[in-house]
Structures are given as C-alpha cells and as structure tokens.
C-alpha cells in the first residue's frame, strides 16, 4: 500500500492531482489507514501510469475515463473501437495544427505588412487589417504609412 505522498512522488504528481482524480472518478476512492492517509495499491499505482501516459498523448480526462471503461472491460470491447478513440483524437490534433498553421502565415504576413518604427500608430497597417470589414492579413495592402 502506498500513501498519497508516496505514490504522488513515484509518478511526480502532486497529492492534489491523486485527490482531483479521484473526486472525478478517475481513481477509485482510496482506503484509509487508521490515522486517515488515503492509501492506494499496486494496481492504483498502474490505473495512474496509465492516466498519466494518457494525459502525455493528449487525452482530455473524460477521453481517458472512456479509455480506462475499456481498460476495465477489455473482453467487451473491439480493438477497433479504440482505434477509433484514437483516430478521432488525431484529427482533432491534425485539424488543430492546420489552425496554428495558418494562424502562423496570418501573423507573420502582419509583421511583415509592418515597418515596426518609432512612429505613431495612426497609420499602422496591422491595425488597419485588423480594423478593416473582412478582418483578414489579405487586408493588408501596403506596409506602414507614416506621415512625415
């Protein structure tokens, strides 16, 4: 048996993530030794390995809980169906990284668009990209123009 602490220091988590797994079902309630330290054993030990390499991958906790209901009923369930889990967190991410990548052509097509100088910001093209109807980079027509 393991107290809180000591399996929080196995897996580097703090006793706070032990306590908020298990107030959200994560981990079973805990046992308690007579002076009220919440125990956990070896195959909590194992339950939390699993959530923590989950987390790692990129599973949300309620993806996780699903995945640990598999995990717990294994018998019942298809590898397919945790091929799905899978792919469908994939193209999640896939979908998430074409959206950073374009936020990063946008951006970098706005500091360019802009001298960056000394100069009031009156005539500052990133503003009015920003400012105009279609709030697009493609508003961005010429780079600063400050008068002098």
């Not at 809980?65 to 799905?84: H, M, P, R, Y």
Request: glycine share 4%; net charge neutral.
């Amino acid at each position: 048996m393991y107290r809180i602490g000591e399996l929080a220091q196995l897996c580097d988590v703090k006793p706070d993530t032990l306590r908020f797994y298990e107030k959200h079902g994560l981990l079973a309630a805990s046992a308690r030794s007579d002076s009220g330290y919440r125990l956990y054993t070896t195959a909590d030990f194992e339950r939390l390995k699993f959530i923590l390499r989950a987390k790692t991958v990129g599973f949300t906790l309620n993806e996780i809980t699903e995945l640990l209901s598999i995990e717990l009923d294994k018998s019942n369930w298809a590898c397919a169906d945790v091929k799905g889990l899978v792919d469908s967190k994939l193209a999640q991410v896939e979908a998430k990284l074409a959206e950073l990548v374009r936020f990063q052509k946008s951006l970098a097509q706005l500091s360019q668009a802009c001298c960056g100088g000394p100069e009031s910001a009156e005539h500052c093209s990133i503003l009015e990209a920003l400012e105009s109807n279609s709030a697009t980079v493609n508003a961005v027509k010429e780079p600063c123009r400050h008068s002098k």
